[in-house]
């Protein structure tokens, strides 16, 4: 008698195991899927509001562009933004004077130049760097200076970087990292209405620039709009997700017509290293006017008979 209620009893046993496994296998992969995708809302997150912080950044300096010092005459000449496509720069030198080879994945650099008021305290400005920028006229020294560019980092992406003018030397300070590639466009105005009638990258400006000569005044005077794009990957695989197969920072018509001219606006999944070919990948782009700048040039350039 006991024999056969143990044999009963380990048959309701094994039945109510197979019961539980049949329940709890899909509910299982319910609670997979749920930690897969919240990790993956995690990754996006992150690389959401990096990326909105480094925009919010670049915006403010770029609004700065051109701002003068009404006491200081001569930083009326000063060119208020210059570019450079596919560079690393130093990050002690001056300004973006001193290129240390190509850019990481094709990353241009910008450098932005202001001057504090000395008549008004409320326009005392920070740079990139978040350090005040007392007026020139104060020691004679020039600090209003807001650079970024794109260097190699610890990791397999890039290290996003600010450069600025101290009392005593140039210096650099990262700002985030996890950044493939900087992109720059500017906005060209060629019929002085404050508007922008064309986008082209600062090789076709420099090249502009050259073309005309000094007598014409520098075409940097004539940019009134920056197209700002940079590419964002998480620092870890997503699991069972791969990124898209292509990322164009400007539009797919920019990258089919420029993207052997301007390296870094089209990348491709074969473009990555292997180990980063599941990582979460996006583009963030933002158009910025410039506030200060756009308005002080005028004059007849190279760029207004381009378009007769």
């Known amino acids: 008698m006991k024999m056969h209620c143990l044999g009963i009893a380990m048959l309701e046993m094994l039945i109510a195991i197979g019961l539980g496994l049949v329940i709890l296998l899909p509910l299982a992969r319910v609670v997979r899927a749920a930690v897969v995708t919240h990790f993956r809302q995690e ?10 912080y480094l925009l919010d950044h670049m915006a403010r300096a770029i609004k700065q562009a051109g701002h003068n010092d009404p006491l200081d005459l001569a930083d009326d000449s000063a060119i208020a933004l210059r570019g450079l496509d596919n ?5 002690s030198a001056e300004d973006i004077s001193v290129t240390t080879g190509s850019g990481f994945h094709g990353s241009d650099a910008l450098a932005i130049h202001f001057s504090s008021s000395s008549v008004d ?11 005040t920028v007392p007026p020139k006229s104060f020691d004679g020294i020039d600090r209003g200076w807001s650079i970024f560019y794109l260097a190699r980092g610890t ?45 082209v990258n600062a090789t076709t400006i420099n090249r502009k620039e050259t073309a005309a000569g000094e007598s014409e005044g520098s075409v940097w005077r004539h940019v009134v709009a920056v197209h700002i794009a940079l590419v964002m990957q998480a620092e870890a695989d997503l699991v ?4 898209p197969d292509s990322l164009d920072l400007f539009g797919r018509f920019y990258s089919d017509t420029y993207t ?25 782009d933002r158009v910025v006017f410039l506030r200060n700048h756009a308005l002080l040039n005028y004059q007849t350039s190279p760029l207004q008979s381009e378009r007769h």
């Not at 990754?43 to 909105?52: K, M």
């Not at 560079?87 to 990050?91: E, K, L, M």
């Not at 985030?176 to 002085?192: E, K, R």
């Not at 069972?240 to 990124?243: T, V």
Request: aromatic share 12%.
């Open 155 to 199: 990791n397999v992406a890039g290290d996003f970087r600010c450069k600025y003018r101290g009392t005593d030397q140039w210096d650099s300070q990262s700002l985030a990292s996890g950044v493939v590639t900087l992109q720059f466009l500017y906005g060209l105005d060629t019929d002085n209405d404050g508007l922008p009638n064309q986008f």
């Open 121 to 131: 305290s409320k326009m005392i400005l920070n740079n990139c760097a978040g350090f």
């Open 87 to 91: 560079v690393v720069i130093s990050g």
């Open 260 to 284: 052997f001219y301007d390296p870094g606006t089209h990348f491709s999944l074969s473009d990555f290293p292997a180990g980063q070919r599941k990582r979460l990948s996006r583009v963030f």
């Open 43 to 52: 990754q996006i997150f992150v690389i959401e509001q990096d990326a909105l």
């Open 240 to 243: 069972d997700q791969a990124p």
